[in-house]
């Protein structure tokens, strides 16, 4: 019984829609006939014009389906995807680790210099290596000099 008063409501609905419609179409010719030629043709044309704007993105129209994981999330979009748009997916993902890889060699070419950097200064200063580990040699160094 639900289902026939929905039914009849959706009925009422629709054709009060549709007499709305004309009324408002008869309006509009009834003003329509007052208007110069200029505007009339400007305003035909503006109508061919969205009738194919309306043709075009009812044809373009995808069914987008919602779709439920099983750990309850949802997805939404359409039901295959195109190639394209998996590559495009998966192009951030290769920039960052692209980009973390970069950063990886940077950081491993500057602690090699250092190093470097570091080595050349011991060897050739006039002391020798082992001077540096001895536990002396830092309490020569703290003391101030004269």
Do not use: C
């Not at 950081?107 to 080595?119: G, L, N, P």
């Amino acid at each position: 019984m639900n289902t026939m008063n929905t039914s009849a409501s959706l009925a009422m609905l629709e054709s009060m829609q549709s007499r709305f419609g004309l009324r408002v179409a008869a309006r509009l010719s009834t003003q329509a006939e007052a208007l110069g030629a200029d505007i009339s043709e400007r305003l035909r044309f503006a109508r061919e014009q969205a009738l194919v704007h309306a043709r075009n993105a009812h044809s373009a129209e995808t069914v987008t389906t919602v779709g439920v994981t099983k750990s309850g999330v949802a997805i939404l979009g359409r039901s295959s995807p195109g190639w394209w748009i998996k590559v495009a997916s998966i192009l951030p993902a290769i920039a960052l680790a692209g980009g973390l890889m970069l950063i990886q060699h940077w950081q491993d070419r500057t602690q090699i210099s250092v190093a470097a950097e570091v080595d050349a200064a011991l060897l050739a200063d006039d002391l020798p290596p082992r001077a540096y580990s001895d536990a002396g040699f830092v309490e020569f160094l703290k003391t101030p000099r004269e």
